[in-house]
């Protein structure tokens, strides 16, 4: 009965290297969220969709290119990883954003760890 | 910019002491939540306050939203070891993108 899960939940690779971070969410919602949080555990949002529409997008290098094939799912691609890159990426899910309050509670995803060699 | 400043940014007590910690801007918010996130797991929502001067209770867990909903507190009793972990607060940025803002967030320890 997993709300919203990631696969997978680490990922160790080389530099240079192009990798993908899948997302489901079984809930219903209608937007989903990707999530940085770095090494001080500062959780800073990268991009939602709403109904597979791109809403936000938080000046993120273009080598980051999410997807979204329906509204239950949420993939984030990397390009060309960088050092920089390695952090934990949350995947996260709400009702909507058709207003009040209940809209903008969000649950997470268990994150991905990303290692870049 | 909107900011939220968590303090403190650690905290290391002994089991059943009591804590608070604080969730400070200078915007204000329409609304403001907790969530708390254990070691390998993603952030779990608390609650959430929406009224100025608004007091909740969960268990030994006491959350206040500022009357001038610009802060939010959240006060624990009789910490217990199971309390440990990193609490975050977030509020909702500008406009109607679901778009939630994040403070630092307090890793809290609470030793037996």
């Known amino acids: 009965d997993t709300a919203v899960s990631q696969t997978p939940k680490y990922l160790v690779t080389q530099m240079g290297n192009d990798k993908s971070i899948k997302c489901e969410q079984n809930?219903?919602?209608?937007?989903m969220y990707w999530y940085k949080q770095d090494s001080k555990k500062f959780l800073k949002i990268m991009f939602s969709?709403?109904?597979?529409?791109?809403?936000i997008n938080e000046t993120v290098p273009n080598r980051f290119s999410p997807k979204s094939p329906d509204k239950a799912h949420l993939n984030l691609h990397i390009n060309s990883l960088e050092l920089g890159d390695s952090a934990v990426y949350f995947c996260?899910?709400?009702?909507?954003?058709?207003?009040?309050?209940?809209?903008?509670?969000?649950?997470f995803g268990p994150g991905t760890r990303l290692t870049v060699l | 910019t909107q900011l939220l400043e968590q303090s403190p940014q650690f905290l290391s007590i002994q089991e059943g002491e009591n804590l608070t910690v604080y969730c400070n801007s200078s915007s204000v918010f329409s609304s403001l939540q907790w969530y708390r996130q254990e070691p390998g797991e993603g952030p779990v929502l608390l609650v959430t306050?929406?009224?100025?001067?608004e007091v909740k209770k969960l268990k030994r867990l006491t959350f206040q939203f500022g009357d001038a909903r610009k802060d939010s507190s959240l006060h624990i009793t009789a910490a217990q070891p199971g309390d440990t972990g990193l609490y975050l607060c977030?509020?909702?940025?500008?406009?109607?993108?679901?778009?939630?803002?994040f403070g630092q967030g307090t890793t809290l320890q609470v030793k037996p």
């Open positions: 977030a509020a909702a940025g500008a406009g109607n993108t679901g778009k939630l803002i």
């Open positions: 969709y709403n109904n597979k529409e791109l809403i």
């Open positions: 809930l219903g919602h209608d937007t």
């Open positions: 996260a899910s709400s009702l909507g954003l058709a207003g009040g309050l209940s809209y903008n509670e969000q649950f």
């Open positions: 306050v929406v009224t100025g001067g």
